[in-house]
């Protein structure tokens, strides 16, 4: 798996993964909802984690900087 998630996108995925956790596991939710934050929650902090994110594949998307060569 190549990188294609940025140091500025893995962090706002790990916040935002983050705060999607704690609000399905707070009880503020019920339900389909529920279970769809904790979902999401949990796929962003993963992809975050693993700077790989499927669906920028596909579409053929990337935000982690290349570092050049040097000679």
């Known amino acids: 798996m190549k990188k294609n998630v940025g140091n500025g996108d893995r962090f706002l995925r790990i916040i935002l993964g983050i705060i999607g956790i704690i609000l399905a596991l707070s009880g503020?939710?019920?339900?389909?909802?529920?279970?769809?934050?904790?979902?999401?929650?949990?796929?962003?902090?993963?992809?975050?984690?693993?700077?790989?994110?499927?669906?920028?594949?596909?579409?053929?998307?990337?935000?982690?900087?290349v570092k050049g060569k040097k000679k």
Do not use: D, H, R
Not at 37 to 46: A, C, D, F, P, Q
């Open 28 to 65: 503020s939710f019920e339900g389909n909802f529920k279970w769809g934050l904790l979902l999401v929650g949990l796929i962003l902090v993963v992809t975050s984690s693993l700077q790989f994110c499927p669906l920028y594949a596909v579409f053929g998307m990337n935000t982690c900087k």
